[in-house]
């Protein structure tokens, strides 16, 4: 229930606060508001209790006190009021409505507009849009205000309804398409002016507009366009142009091979490559792992895993291998993904040693990601291993996989080989008094050790 100084607080606030406000004295009436619905007088009643009785669960209780309340000069009158225009029955609806209708054009509806939009999107009908949110951007200086809310939500759903309602010259939309900092905004608005057809908005937009938006303005402008705009550091540009390029018969590998072979090094020229290479490419994505910078050095091992998807390849382990231990967490977790599930046995000498404390945090999670990935056993073993050191920073998430790994069930019809068995059993000793001797029983039948 509800004090003058919480309603005082709510009328200074944010106006959407209002419809939490309504569900939660709703809820409140259903569980513990029977006795008070016997004692609510049909008489005027205390600015407490009339929102009790506008809020209340029962449409008998509310209709009433929706007749009382367009009679209040109190800050909250008029949100409740809106409220009640999408009530579920008629009745407090006709009444909340033709109340509002009277007295809007008075009220600060800048402070009331996140309230309008929110109650816009309620499926009861289509009349908040029609008599209250439509005529609202249809003034200048609210469509402003609307346009600039801070409020994320409001602000997209004032754009969409702004679209339809064609308030908004194309000089506008441009604008709002290349610098609004929203890209579901820009996206929206950009798209749409696109497809007005008007040839002058579609080199800015090329330029300036939001990825998708960028992508079909590249469409309208050809594949010559494509061919200038092979080099895209966006990846969805980069693609349309590729697609472009090879519908007209183009070959979007050779630009990138002369590329990189001119010394045009970039991120995009090698990321392209990799899209659009072949396996005759892999040397040249390979002398690309040693550049100095680390985007450029992603980009390449992205490739090589395109062009190196054959599992039994055995020359992406042998190209990538030292880059497990790149200072560049983004290149050793590339370089993880590459090389999981293609490294044997013979490589774990080295993970447990990239895995080492002494190590960069990166470079260790690599390694560990990897060690888990060889095999069930070895996953195990490394869970334990990082638990043996509990001051270690990754101790916490190798008991949270340790835990998944028990989940998973314990049905292996496998056992570790006896380099690892002797490794489990010596981790299990050491370990039993803070895992518990029924954990550790259970890991011990499991691994058989």
């Given amino acids: 229930m509800a004090t003058e100084e ?16 309504d569900e939660s004295e709703r809820r409140w009436s259903w569980y513990y508001g029977e006795a008070r619905r016997r004692a609510l007088p049909w008489r005027p009643l205390s600015r407490v209790q009339l929102v009790e009785a506008v809020c209340h669960a029962v449409g008998y209780i509310r209709e009433p006190g929706v007749r009382q309340l367009r009679r209040s000069r109190d800050p909250e009158a008029l949100p409740l009021l809106l409220v009640r225009c999408v009530d579920w029955v008629p009745q407090v609806r006709a009444i909340a409505r033709a109340a509002v209708l009277a007295r809007f054009a008075r009220a600060d509806r800048a402070a009331l507009l996140p309230l309008v939009v929110a109650l816009s999107r309620r499926a009861v009908d289509d009349w908040v849009d029609e008599h209250l949110l439509q005529p609202m951007l249809r003034t200048p200086e609210l469509l402003d205000v609307a346009l600039a809310t801070p409020d994320l939500r409001t602000r997209r759903m004032v754009h969409e309804s702004a679209l339809r309602a064609g308030l908004l010259s194309d000089e506008r939309l441009a604008s709002i398409a290349m610098r609004d900092h929203d890209d579901v905004i820009r996206t929206r608005v950009g798209l749409l002016l696109l497809d007005r057809g008007d040839a002058r908005f579609v080199p800015p937009l090329l330029d300036g507009g939001a990825p998708k938006v960028r992508a079909r303005a590249l469409q309208l402008r050809g594949v010559e366009t494509a061919r200038e705009r092979l080099a895209e550091s966006s990846s969805l540009l980069r693609s349309m142009a590729q697609a472009l390029v090879l519908r007209s018969g183009g070959d979007p590998a050779a630009y990138y091979r002369e590329a990189l072979r001119s010394g045009a090094v970039t991120r995009a020229t090698v990321a392209g490559l990799g899209e659009t290479g072949t396996t ?9 792992l040693a550049d100095d910078r680390p985007r450029v050095r992603v980009a390449a ?3 090589l895993r395109r062009l190196l ?3 039994s390849d055995t020359r992406a382990a042998q190209y990538a291998r030292e880059l497990l231990a790149d200072p560049s967490p983004s290149v050793v977790r590339e370089t993880a993904a590459l090389l999981d599930g293609r490294l044997g046995p013979a490589d774990r ?16 999670r690599g390694a560990l990601t990897l060690l888990r990935g060889s095999s069930r056993w070895s996953r195990l073993a490394a869970d334990l291993w990082l638990l043996s050191l509990p001051a270690d920073p990754l101790a916490a998430e190798a008991r949270r996989d340790l835990d998944d790994w028990r989940q998973a069930g314990d049905s292996a019809f496998t056992r570790p080989s006896p380099e690892l068995a002797t490794r489990i059993g010596e981790l299990l000793a050491e370990l039993e008094p803070r895992l518990g001797t029924a954990v550790t029983a259970d890991l011990r039948r499991v691994a058989r050790v």
């Fill in 6 to 21: 919480e309603l005082d607080a709510l009328a200074a606030g944010d106006s959407r606060e209002w419809l939490a406000f």
């Fill in 280 to 288: 005759d490419d892999v040397d040249l994505l390979r002398a690309q």
């Fill in 301 to 303: 091992v992205r490739g």
């Fill in 309 to 311: 998807a054959t599992p």
């Fill in 349 to 364: 000498p080295l993970l447990l040693d990239l895995a080492e404390t002494a190590r960069p945090l990166h470079v260790r």
